[in-house]
């Protein structure tokens, strides 16, 4: 998910893969840290090292990825002591090298693409495009504006495209020429009288007549001369001008053109609401523009259109070939919502707004072109959140044919969506169609067939070049252990290729010979390693400093809690105190992830490194720490994911409950001395907990939290609540707002000023409706230059000593 549509608590480092058994470094690349407060082996942790800048931890690496040749990987790492990244090549058997600035375009790029033959690598950087061939690499453009696009053509060529603009290039840079233009105004016309007294007067008068057919001629001979001759560039599509153009794709032989547009006048900048800036470089208060609220949001669906150059057709593509394009899902919630107001809902079929799915990761488009025939397939998704269509188009009509539809009653997941084309008659595709994110293959003529199954969520798909497995990342062993897969295409054998028992991103080599890991225990953070298919992995960096590396940090244990509203557990980690001693009775805390569908219960290296290290610290102090993936939560299926659907903050408060019973009976804690925190969807949940349960917990923390859905945006909180004018309902069960009068234990609100994710009037709206219920036991802190993630080790500081303080006060 993109981080500004997530109520997420923390900026979440590359997530690795963890392991009970963790291989040992054979490299060393970390560079010295300077500490102002040392950890060593044997001493307690100190809030101020635990909120230091995170440089002294070490810096991970990130965005990794294969060169084309298999034998050199690339990856970037934040500078030492500052806000820039530096990149390094490092080969499978030699040691990092840092690039220079003038070297990183020298190196292949991600995201690229390789030919239909393999012998051609192209990639943009920096806008630019570059292609491989052999060991040679060719800069073809150095244009001023940066490429939008590229794809390899049949002809042998390269398209490119960038503000409605098509064009062709060869693979030496040569021959670069305009293929189409879409323009986005009316078509223009031959001058023709328009008004009563021009007609007469052209009717009238020969001189007047002559002009008119004069203006005629040379308009038609202009039209003709970009038709006919080769060095002008071709006559323009013109779209109109009431649309602005979304995205343009073309065809692999360059025929046809994939259009969206969509209402010029849509934006997601509010219309009324600004954020000050009260510490503005200038000394003045600076007026920023934020995001839309859900309550006043009206986003807009799209039109496609497909471009035929060479009959220079127009052909706009319907809607009617989806399943349900015209179905009113919501009229349930409508009807539930207009008999609240003593009203009745009458539903009537309407066309839906319907666009290209949103969201999607770098790695996916949601249009798909076959990789050397005029075939095109569509991801397309409804702005209620209802529906998601894999379809393909017949090109020539602008007719759809769904190949898959996936309704939810509750929301279509945002990830999970990737799809392509197997061959030119079969479709891949995820689905949570199950309950679980599993592998489908669809014939175009045929029925859907499984190639995945079980209790497990599939992600991160890679075909192999020879089209006959599927190479994936699933954790059907443990829902916090990922592992990486491939499955057969011709029988569904699936195949295990790592055994690391923790959380894990990869990459497959371009030869497809091995893997390159991103992986971390529970205690040590991400670094990169190779696994050759069929052999044991290795470390290939080691970032991480030494003096984190020395410390004798607490694993948490990943626990099972039962559940009292669900077959399922609800997992956990679990800090236990120093020296634990089942017969007395301790404090305890329970962390409540940000985001709502994020895993926090796995087995590798935490995102919320901080906190990793605070409950490390609040164990050390004689805490029992609980970190729950409470229903919402990813990682567990669909079910899990969609069981807060018009109801956010119950289900997980009484998943909260169901982790006090277990520390009560398991854990020995002592019931009468338990707190909670947590930022962001985990300060909404701290609210929630102490509004509607306050025998549950003595006291909260709520960091950056959201206090009314309706005022957080359109993209996150419709999938979950709809939206207010629909579901008012759904939306006064979900807001902590609505529930302020229950407040009866010490309350601990802090946002940052300049938070453009959860509005800092969430909080200040909150404090007012507190006010005037005469709540006595709240405070508040906020902090003028902190957005939604902090960045300053000093307001980090701050912020965790009041934490810490609220409980010192309240539970010990």
């Known amino acids: 998910m993109k981080p ?17 058994t963790e291989p040992t470094p054979t490299a060393s690349v970390a560079e010295p840290v300077s ?20 440089d002294w931890m070490g810096r991970s690496p990130t965005a990794f990825y294969w060169g084309s040749d298999s034998r050199t990987v690339y990856y970037q790492q934040k500078q030492q002591g500052g806000p820039l990244v530096e990149r390094f090549a490092q080969t499978l058997d030699g040691a990092p090298q840092k690039l220079g600035l003038a070297q990183w375009s020298q190196v292949v790029g991600d995201n690229g693409q390789w030919s239909a033959d393999r012998r051609h690598y192209a990639w943009l950087y920096e806008g630019q495009l570059f292609v491989q061939t052999g060991s040679a690499i060719v800069q073809l453009t150095q244009d001023v504006a940066p490429l939008s696009g590229f794809r390899f053509l049949n002809d042998g060529g390269l398209a490119l495209w960038r503000d409605g603009v098509l064009e062709r290039i060869d693979l030496d840079g040569r021959n670069r020429r305009v293929l189409a233009q879409v323009t986005m105004e009316a078509a223009p016309k031959p001058t023709e009288p328009e008004s009563y007294l021009a007609r007469e007067q052209r009717k009238l008068s020969q001189y007047v007549d002559m002009n008119y057919r004069h203006d005629a001629a040379r308009f038609e001979q202009k039209q ?5 001759d080769a060095a002008l560039a071709p006559t323009p599509f013109y779209l109109g001008a009431s649309e602005r153009l979304v995205s343009l794709t073309p065809s692999p032989s360059g025929r046809y053109l994939l259009v969206a547009l969509t209402d010029k006048d849509g934006s997601w900048r509010s219309e009324h609401d600004i954020m000050p800036d009260y510490l503005d470089r200038r000394g003045y208060v600076n007026a920023v523009k934020v995001r839309a609220r859900v309550a006043e949001a009206d986003p807009k669906g799209q039109r496609l259109v497909v471009l035929d150059r060479e009959l220079g057709k127009t052909i706009p593509v319907t809607w009617e070939g989806l399943e349900g394009y015209d179905e009113d899902v919501l009229a349930a919630v409508k009807r539930e919502n207009a008999e609240a107001q003593g009203e009745s809902y009458q539903s009537e079929p309407a066309v839906r707004a319907i666009r290209l799915m949103q969201d999607w990761g770098w790695r996916q488009s949601a249009v798909v072109w076959h990789q050397q025939e005029d075939r095109l397939a569509l991801m397309l998704e409804a702005i209620d959140n209802k529906d998601r269509w894999l379809a393909t188009v017949d090109l020539a009509k602008g007719k759809l044919q769904t190949q898959d539809r996936l309704h939810d009653e509750a929301w279509v997941n945002y990830t999970h969506n990737e799809f392509g084309w197997l061959d030119a008659q079969t479709l891949y595709f995820l689905s949570e169609a199950s309950g679980y994110s599993q592998l489908y293959l669809k014939p175009l003529a045929g029925k859907v067939r499984a190639l995945t199954q079980g209790k497990q969520v599939v992600s991160n798909l890679t075909l192999s070049a020879d089209k006959r497995h599927f190479y994936y990342q699933a954790n059907p062993y443990h829902p916090g252990q990922y592992e990486v897969f491939r499955v057969a295409v011709a029988d569904g054998q699936v195949e295990a290729l790592t055994d690391l028992k923790g959380m894990l991103n990869y990459r497959l080599s371009p030869d497809e010979s091995q893997l390159l890991l991103a992986y971390s225990s529970r205690i040590r953070p991400t670094e990169l390693y190779l696994q050759p298919l069929g052999g044991e992995p290795r470390q290939l960096t080691q970032t991480t400093s030494q003096a984190f590396l020395d410390y004798d940090w607490q694993a948490p244990q990943v626990i099972a809690v039962p559940s009292s509203h669900q077959a399922d557990p609800v997992y956990a980690r679990l800090y236990l105190p120093q020296d634990y001693d089942p017969a007395k009775r301790y404090p305890a805390v329970i962390f409540n992830h940000g985001a709502g569908y994020l895993q926090n219960a796995h087995y590798g290296f935490s995102g919320y490194f901080r906190e990793f290290m605070f409950h490390n610290l609040l164990a050390q102090q004689g805490y029992v720490v609980m970190d729950m993936d409470y229903r919402g939560s990813k990682g567990y299926g669909r079910d899990w994911r969609t069981a ?11 998943d909260l409950r169901d982790g006090v019973e277990w520390m009560v009976a398991n854990a020995s804690v002592d019931r009468q001395r338990i707190g909670t925190y947590g930022g962001s969807y ?5 609210f929630m ?26 993209p996150y909180t419709s999938n979950i609540l709809n939206t207010p004018e629909v579901d008012h309902i759904a939306y006064e069960r979900s807001s902590p707002i609505y529930h302020a009068e229950g407040l009866e234990k010490p309350l601990l609100i802090m946002s940052g000023v300049l938070d453009d994710n959860v509005f800092f009037q969430d909080s200040v709206r909150l404090v007012q409706r507190l006010i005037e219920l005469e709540k006595p036991m709240f405070e508040t802190a906020i902090y003028p230059v902190e957005p939604h993630g902090f960045r300053q ?12 303080r609220l409980f010192e006060q309240t539970l010990k």
């Open 224 to 228: 003709a001369r970009h038709d006919q």
């Open 644 to 654: 807060i659907y018009r109801n956010m903050g119950h289900p997980e408060v009484e």
């Open 793 to 804: 080790p000093y307001s980090w500081l701050d912020e965790y000593r009041r934490i810490h």
């Open 689 to 714: 907990a102490l509004f509607t349960q306050p025998d549950l917990f003595q006291s909260g923390a709520a960091l950056r939290p959201v206090t009314d859905w309706a005022h957080y945006n359109h």
């Open 4 to 20: 500004w549509i997530v109520a997420c608590g923390v900026a979440l480092a590359l997530q690795g893969c963890a392991s009970s």
């Open 35 to 54: 500490l102002s407060a040392p950890v060593t082996p044997d001493s307690p942790l100190t809030l101020k090292q635990i909120m230091a800048d995170p």
């Open 682 to 686: 985990g300060g909404f949940l701290t």
